[in-house]
Each structure stands twice: as structure tokens, then as C-alpha cells.
């Protein structure tokens, strides 16, 4: 059986209470479980950072809902603005899916994770593999944004570069990987809401992430296919 490793912060986590049961709905134990990851859950050092067995990650198209920055946070010290979801039927994304462990606290890692978001259930016309692997027969659940906190970057809770970072490294993680030429473009282009409020915090990032070695790479992309958003970075 393999074994889940979490980290120290997220025990303390596990203990806080979550939302009711709309939130996060009952899994069907006899199928397998399987999330969508489309912002930071696209790269492999964040799934590992919360479930370190979780699956290998498959790149899919997500059909009837659009990503963007609509979800503010806090974090000790700080306000930023994390990518969200919402139900939208003309849009559609590229994202992610990864396989839990069979054992029930997998799931349950993911809710403490994504607290301030509601897990969704997918349907089959709502989710399509982008490569030769067939989509694998399971529950696919998506975290939703909450209707009641959405909202676009502003001054209070910009965007931050260390949080673009570590999504876009997902993205061009994923491509070299399926060898799939503009995955990490469609990450840019099919997410909404980029915004002239986004700080700079490689130097001192608002989040604990680790030095960026594709920094590069990330900035060309966002300087082509968001030159205006990209133009305005103020550096924190």
C-alpha cells in the first residue's frame, strides 16, 4: 500500500473545519479518484507538497468553464489574488488531472488544500484528454471559486509573480513532457483577468516558493501574450 506523506502545516490544517457537505460532496469508494489540477496544482512539486504519491499528471481540456484571477486570499502578512474557477458555458481551458491514493484521507488532504474553494464533480462531455491516453474511467472533481468572494486583482490583492511562476512552470512542465508545443500558451491565453495590479516578488516572494530557474521562459511567454498587464509588474 503506498503511503501519504503530508507536511507538518498541513496537519494543522486537517484539523480546521471545512465547509458542509455541498461543498464537498460524498466520493464513490469502489471508483477511482482523480483531480483537476489548472493553477498551482499544475506542477508536479505542489501535488507532491500536499499528497507525495499522488499520480502522474495528464493534460486535458476542460469545456463549460472558464479560469482566471477571481479568487482573493490572505496569507500571514499578505493578500494576493489566486487563479479560480466558475461555471461558464461558452469557455474552456487546458489544465491537468492526477490520480489520488485509494486510501479516503487523499481526498480529504485536497479539501483541507483548497478550502476556500468547493469541489465539483465533472461530467464525461466536460472533460477531454489532449493526447493519445484515453481519459481513465474515475470521479473527476474540480474546486470551484465560492460565488460570495469572487473577485478581480486590485491594489489590496494583486496578482504575484511567484505564484505566476509556479503555474506557468506546471504548464511548461506538462509540455515538455506530452511534447505539446503551446500547452503552456493556452495556459496564458484561455486565463482571465490578468490585470495591471501584479507585483514582482521573486526577490521576496509571498509565497514560499523556490527560486524560478525557468523565469525566463515564463517572462517571454507573459510579454507575448500579455504585454499589457505584463508592462505594469511593479517589483516588492
Known sequence: MQSI??????????????????????????QAQYIVGYGSLMASSS??????????SLPVHIQGFKRGWISPGNLPGFKITFLGVVRAPQDDFNAVIFKLPRQPE????????ERSYCRHA?????????????????????????????????Q???????????????????A????????????IQTTHYWSNHWVNDRIYPRRPFIH???????????????????KHIRIE
Open 176 to 187: 515538455k513532457r506530452h511534447h505539446l508545443k503551446h500547452f503552456a500558451q493556452t495556459c
Open 122 to 154: 465533472l461530467q464525461p462531455e466536460e472533460i477531454q484528454s489532449l493526447t493519445s491516453q484515453a481519459l481513465p474511467p474515475g470521479q473527476w472533481w474540480i474546486y470551484l471559486s465560492k460565488k460570495k468572494i469572487l473577485q478581480k486583482p486590485s
Open 5 to 30: 506523506v503530508l507536511p507538518i502545516s498541513l496537519f494543522a490544517l486537517m484539523s480546521m473545519p471545512i465547509d458542509a457537505d455541498h461543498c464537498h460532496p460524498p466520493i464513490e469508494q469502489q
Open 212 to 230: 524560478e530557474p525557468h523565469a525566463v521562459t515564463i517572462d517571454h511567454l507573459l510579454k507575448q501574450f500579455v504585454p499589457q498587464p505584463f
Open 106 to 113: 487523499a481526498i480529504h488532504a485536497y479539501d483541507q488544500r
Open 156 to 174: 489590496r490583492y494583486p496578482i504575484v509573480q511567484s505564484y505566476v511562476d509556479l503555474f506557468l512552470k506546471g504548464c511548461l512542465e506538462q
Open 47 to 56: 501535488k507532491h507538497s500536499t499528497i507525495q504519491s499522488a499520480g502522474p
